[in-house]
C-alpha cells in the first residue's frame, strides 16, 4: 500500500516557476514508478511525467519546460515546473504503480492517487 501527498500548488503569474512535491509512505516506495497528471475543469485528467527507474517521459505540452526528479531517502517525487502558462492551469495529482517495464502514460494504469494540489498560473 501506497499513500501519496502533493503539496507545492499555488498562484503563479504567466512565466513563473513552482516545485511540486509528492510525499510517500511505505517502506518499498523505490520499487514503485510516479507520475503528475492534471486536470483542468471540465476536461479529462492528462499525462504530464512520468519516472520509471532511468525511463522519463514528458507530455509534449510541458517538454522543456518541466523536469520530474525523484529523492528515495525522502520518499518524494518532485515537479519542477518552469515557464508556466495559463494554459498550466489544473489540479495537479501524482500517481504511482508498482516499477515494470517500460513507462505508462495512462491514467488508468497507476493504482495509487494523490488527492491533488490546484496549480493557477495568470496572464
Known amino acids: 500500500q501506497v499513500q501519496l501527498v502533493e503539496s507545492g500548488g499555488g498562484l503563479v503569474q504567466a512565466g513563473g516557476s513552482l516545485r511540486l512535491s509528492c510525499a510517500a509512505s511505505?517502506?518499498?516506495?523505490?520499487?514503485?514508478?510516479v507520475g503528475w497528471f492534471r486536470q483542468a475543469p471540465g476536461k479529462e485528467r492528462d499525462f504530464v511525467a512520468v519516472r520509471s527507474g532511468d525511463n522519463i517521459y514528458y507530455a509534449d505540452s510541458v517538454k522543456g519546460r518541466f523536469g520530474i526528479s525523484r529523492d528515495n531517502a525522502r520518499n518524494t517525487v518532485y515537479l519542477q515546473m518552469n515557464s508556466l502558462k495559463p494554459e498550466d492551469t489544473a489540479v495537479y495529482y501524482c500517481a504511482a504503480y508498482r516499477m515494470s517495464r517500460g513507462a505508462k502514460l495512462s491514467a488508468d494504469q497507476y493504482d495509487y492517487w494523490g488527492q491533488g494540489t490546484q496549480v493557477t498560473v495568470s496572464s
Open positions: 511505505g517502506r518499498t516506495f523505490s520499487t514503485y514508478a
